[in-house]
């Protein structure tokens, strides 16, 4: 399967199950898309046709052409066949019960009240609660004992919003670091924060101990304090802004993802993007909301063209910002055309339920923060550890392949059939798709090859002149 698309002025063609990205020229580009479905003499002929009135374009070129595509397709470079659905599932069949990573509510209570929040104003359509350090301690010794024989462990402080237990968050990374090096164990943590009580303490503590820092801010003012604003009703921007940048200002710029929610009101979320540069910020993210059918702030067909065209615009900005020595990170755009995730972690997705989990301040497990709250998706608990098996079960049996819409579509082995959360909210089943979202995610991966291949060439044309 191949996947062709123009960017700008190059020709791209994506060899779906290799992963081999070209650059082609005009009739490359038009034999390659006839030539499955046509023999050879239909293609060169149609070819040769359509270029009648172009003398630099004879018969034999595109003859050439023709041959060279078919060296590709022997060499496995092109047109490659799909062998991989008898790999789905293996990786999870080897790790199973392997834990690696997971995201602790340390406060399931928030002091913004955020019109859009998937967590109910960081309640979980619960009762507001902060987890005990006893509680979160054993979450951690869970994670240590169910980890296998992984090293590097990962966890996230997350909410409603962390800082508000704060003291908790301090004293469980002091006992992480302190069992360490006796349990063979690396910990690895993430901050997630609104900001409004960020101050030096936490400066101080997020450089030495955050691996990551994730930082919420919608970009323009007028756009985030419409939406992130406190129980007064009033907009956060002007509080957080200055201390985000102190924060990002200590870390060095590094090892921080300033991190965006559009919706309905800007589907135009270049902007905001434009709003965090000219602020300072250079490692970005902005989100798609997803929300319930019939939500004003919901993502809407008409937005969708809109928001496609600022996919392709943020492309050429971060190329225009690279020639201008003045480079910046987008997230979805993080791609390695050389390498990236093994074949069966492209298969087999993120992990949730299975090696990722979400814990509650009570202690409960669930298969990722986007399901705390609902009891049909309860694992069990960091006390009795996982006894709902069969929902166990059913996050282990989502993969790419468990999905039939995704059979043909050639952005699969990107997305690993998509996220489990946002498929069952859309659809009712964790193997469902969202469509809507799927449309987007096509939109930013060809975005983010078309800048991969850029930059590749760039860099070519750059040790050419040398």
Not at 107 to 113: F, I, K, M, Q, S
Not at 422 to 444: E, I, P
Request: aromatic share 10%.
């Amino acid at each position: 399967m191949i996947h062709r698309y123009k960017f700008d002025k190059n020709n791209i063609v994506l060899d779906v199950c290799s992963g081999s990205v070209h650059v082609v020229d005009d009739v490359a580009y038009d034999v390659i898309g006839l030539y499955e479905d046509n023999d050879r003499q239909t293609v060169i002929s149609a070819v040769t046709g359509k270029y009648a009135e172009n003398a630099d374009v004879t018969e034999k070129d595109v003859e050439e052409c023709y041959d060279q595509i078919e060296e590709l397709k022997k060499s496995g470079k092109l047109f490659s066949p799909d062998t991989f659905s008898g790999m789905a599932g293996k990786l999870k069949d080897k790790t199973a019960g392997v834990v690696k990573a997971l995201c602790l509510h340390v406060a399931h209570t928030c002091n913004l009240n955020c019109e859009y929040c998937f967590a109910s104003q960081g309640k979980y359509n619960g009762e507001r609660a902060v987890m005990s350090y006893e509680v979160g301690k054993r979450a951690l010794d869970f994670l240590v004992e169910n980890s296998g024989g992984r090293k590097n462990l990962e966890v996230d402080f997350f909410g409603g919003e962390p800082l508000m237990n704060f003291d908790v968050v301090k004293r469980l990374v002091a006992y992480a670091r302190s069992i360490e090096k006796e349990k063979g164990k690396n910990f690895r943590f993430t901050l997630t924060t609104n900001g409004m009580l960020i101050d030096d303490d936490v400066i101080d503590f997020a450089n030495k101990e955050m691996s990551n820092v994730v930082l919420s801010l919608d970009g323009r003012k007028e756009i985030h304090d419409r939406y992130r604003v406190d129980y007064a009703g009033n907009g956060s921007w002007e509080r957080i802004v200055p201390k985000f940048q102190k924060l990002v200002t200590a870390r060095g710029g590094k090892n921080y993802y300033m991190r965006g929610t559009f919706t309905h009101a800007n589907p135009d979320f270049l902007e905001d993007i434009k709003v965090m540069l000219d602020l300072g910020f250079t490692e970005l993210s902005m989100e798609p909301v997803v929300t319930k059918d019939g939500d004003e702030n919901a993502l809407t067909e008409e937005d969708k063209e809109i928001v496609m065209k600022q996919y392709e615009d943020l492309a050429r900005l971060m190329l225009k910002r690279d020639k201008e020595g003045r480079p910046f990170t987008f997230y979805h755009y993080m791609i390695d055309l050389t390498g990236g995730p093994c074949i069966y972690k492209r298969i087999s997705g993120c992990g949730s339920g299975t090696e990722y989990m979400a814990v509650t301040p009570w202690g409960d497990l669930y298969p990722c923060h986007q399901f705390v709250g609902d009891e049909k998706f309860r694992l069990g608990s960091v006390f009795e550890g996982v006894t709902n098996t069969a929902v166990r079960e059913e996050f282990k049996a989502c993969n790419v392949y468990a999905r039939e819409e995704c059979k043909d579509c050639w952005a699969r082995l990107y997305c690993s059939g998509g996220c489990a959360a946002n498929a069952y909210h859309a659809t009712g089943s964790v193997k469902g798709v969202y469509k809507y979202g799927c449309d987007l995610f096509r939109k930013r991966m060809e975005c983010a090859i078309a800048v991969a291949v850029a930059r590749t060439l760039g860099s070519e044309d750059e040790n050419a002149d040398s």
